[in-house]
């Protein structure tokens, strides 16, 4: 076995993995194809490249990203440092000076003793060392190829087809009904039923609305199965009838009648805190989801957690493949990071990063790995990383939805958020104190 830590991937989380495994003593060799073989969405060969929008999300500790931050930087995160460092005016949100953020962490990276960068791709998973595989959303078709074969998929998802997530607490549960179609597993769904003229209503609306127009690169045909409901309803008027939103198996109990059109919810955690849009990936913009979900009998006040979208991405099947270590359960020395792993957004992939950077580093020392606990913000994106049903696991960002449900009731949304970002940030310090982390 080869001594020093092998990060493939020079985007944030493979940044970050490089910056926490080295700051802790481990020689760390970082393969970054750029600028040598480019990808059509980067412009430079600077590590850590924002290659969308400039801004890493809220940073405000009433949010759940701005929680996840703040964890993040006590950690001594590399890339929260940097941000904080370039920040430019943004309101609550983390923006930052794009050019001269990666080339502050190219420059920090490049500096460190601990830290050799090969600019050269890297095609098959290396097998003598301990590896972090971070190669984000435009991993290479070679690369793609020897994960296939790694995870024993038949394919890795090129098309990230997700559909919205809502605050269980902004759904009026006097419109709707808990059921499964034709009683089949308990009443685990939540069920907004349509008569034909709020369908009709809502079908006319859906064929007109804004849609969010894809990148070259990410003009791909959709899987069958994941077909926009907006792209359903434009095969025809009946069609979402005969798809998800059709209401047979489904008696409303209150009336014990068949609704003409039914949109499901599932739910996304153990919780039961959000619920996710069943069949309902999408591709119009933010605020024609806002305006056309909140026409759903039940979903008027809806709060969305997670909008849906429908783009190119790579990512695994975590439930299925990894442990809450993030390493491959059949392979302990091969760890997965970033938006690989099904985690949405900068911060989140960065924050991945840091965790399997630490446990590599823990581990090559022959030290305990680290999970943080989930009441953490780290924590609840590993526990559903994790622990998601794998026939439905869709990446996520850190949202409140995912945190476990506090002991005690809040006065209010506001004090809530208080309390749960209280707790996150109490017991992570008591995690870090545990494992003698700084």
């Known amino acids: 076995m080869r001594e020093d830590v092998v990060v493939v991937g020079g985007g944030l989380a493979g940044s970050e993995a490089t910056w926490q495994a080295a700051s802790r003593g481990a020689r760390v060799t970082l393969y970054e194809m750029r600028p040598k073989e480019n990808t059509q969405a980067h412009k430079t060969g600077f590590l850590a490249e924002l290659v969308c929008s400039n801004s890493l999300g809220s940073a405000d500790i009433l949010n759940a990203p701005g929680i996840l931050k703040e964890e993040m930087r006590r950690l001594n995160s590399l890339v929260i440092r940097v941000a904080d460092t370039v ?136 899987f069958e199965g994941c077909i926009p409901i907006e792209v359903m309803a434009e095969r025809g008027r009946q069609t979402m009838l005969y798809g998800p939103l059709k ?8 009336t014990h009648t068949r609704s003409h059109a039914v949109v499901q919810l599932r739910a996304e955690n153990r919780h039961r805190s959000c619920y996710n849009m069943v069949g309902f990936q999408t ?30 991405n790579t990512f695994i099947n975590s439930p299925q493949l990894l442990r809450e270590t993030l390493q491959l359960k059949a392979r302990g020395t091969t760890f997965f990071a970033g938006q690989l792993v099904g985690v949405e957004g900068y911060t989140e992939s960065a924050a991945m990063g840091g965790l399997v950077g630490i446990n590599a580093a823990r581990g090559l020392a022959g030290l305990p790995l680290a999970t943080p606990p989930p009441t953490t913000a780290h924590g609840s994106l590993i526990q559903y990383i994790t622990s998601s049903d794998p026939r439905y696991f869709q990446p996520i960002n850190t949202n409140y939805g995912l945190f476990p449900p506090l002991r005690s009731r809040a006065r209010d949304k506001e004090h809530k958020r208080r309390l749960i970002g209280q707790r996150a940030l109490e017991d992570f310090e008591a995690w870090k104190a545990r494992f003698g982390l700084s």
Do not use: W
């Open 87 to 222: 920040r430019v005016p943004a309101g609550s949100a983390l923006a930052v000076d794009r050019e001269q953020f990666a080339q502050q962490i190219t420059q920090a990276l490049e500096s460190h003793p601990n830290v050799r960068i090969l600019r050269e791709e890297i095609t098959d998973i290396p097998t003598d060392c301990v590896c972090i595989i971070a190669t984000g959303p435009l991993t290479s078709d070679s690369l793609a190829t020897s994960l296939r074969t790694l995870t024993h998929s038949k394919h890795l998802y090129f098309v990230d087809a997700i559909s919205p997530i809502i605050d269980a607490e902004s759904i009026n549960m006097d419109a709707i009904f808990r059921a499964s179609r034709y009683d089949k597993g308990g009443a685990d769904y939540l069920n907004c039923p349509m008569d034909e003229v709020t369908y009709s209503r809502f079908y006319d609306a859906l064929m007109t609305a804004d849609k969010v127009q894809p990148k070259e690169f990410e003009k791909v045909p959709y």
């Open 247 to 254: 209401p047979v198996g489904l008696e409303d109990p209150r």
């Open 283 to 312: 591709k119009l913009t933010y605020p024609e989801q806002r305006r056309l979900f909140r026409m759903i009998p039940g979903l008027e006040r809806a709060e969305f957690l997670r909008y849906g979208s429908v783009h190119r």
